[in-house]
């Protein structure tokens, strides 16, 4: 075999690397997202999608660079989170303890281009939580409602000020956390409120803001 041709079947190798390489790389457009995100098959347990919206818009407008889901379901919720932390250059972790939840929503991140957005951790949120490292500026809680407070203690001293946190379903389950949501009334270091981004499952979420 001549040098011309070795070369020539070497520039041929380095190009497919390269073009495997940037398939793999690639991502869906915004356009493309959305309307995956229309034939997203949510279940139940997944964020409805006006409040998933709302999320995406809350993490844009803090410019939050370093939040934590918990309880990710299928990952409906941190696909639109993890769109509004692509855009900010932030990083989202979400837990969930069930393993076939966990690969689905691995599963869902990858089809939309996320994996190195969202980091997935299968555990008990309340073993994980508290050995996460570093400070965050956004979180959203959406899993077992009699364990919410002790969710946001064992992330509380980590958050830093002017962190936005959203607690879902505070409304029909109020009675299973009256705990937390006692925690937050005229609490002077918080400032929250409740609100309906969506009617679909005619609930509610609390948005809490740090203030010191």
Avoid: H, W
């Amino acid at each position: 075999m001549s040098k011309t041709q070795m070369l020539f079947l070497t520039l041929c190798a380095f190009l497919a690397g390269a073009m495997t390489l940037a398939a793999a790389d690639a991502r869906p457009t915004d356009a493309e997202r959305e309307k995956m995100l229309k034939e997203f098959k949510r279940i139940p347990l997944n964020t409805t999608e006006g409040d998933a919206m709302f999320l995406r818009v809350l993490v844009q407008s803090r410019n939050a660079q370093r939040g934590v889901e918990v309880g990710s379901a299928t990952g409906y919720g941190a696909v639109q989170m993890g769109i509004g932390f692509e855009r900010t250059g932030g990083k989202l972790i979400t837990v969930d303890i069930d393993p076939k939840m966990v690969a689905a929503t691995r599963e869902n991140l990858k089809k939309f281009g996320l994996e190195k957005t969202v980091t997935v951790v299968e555990g008990d949120a309340l073993q994980v939580l508290p050995k996460l490292e570093g400070t965050f500026d956004f979180v959203f809680i959406d899993a077992l409602k009699r364990d919410y407070l002790k969710y946001f203690k064992a992330l509380e001293p980590k958050l830093r000020k002017g962190a936005v946190i959203v607690a879902d379903n505070v409304i029909k389950s109020e009675r299973e956390m009256t705990d937390f949501l006692a925690y937050f009334k005229d609490n002077p270091n918080y400032d929250s409120v409740t609100i309906r981004a969506s009617m679909e499952k005619d609930d509610g979420m609390l948005v809490i803001f740090k203030v010191r």
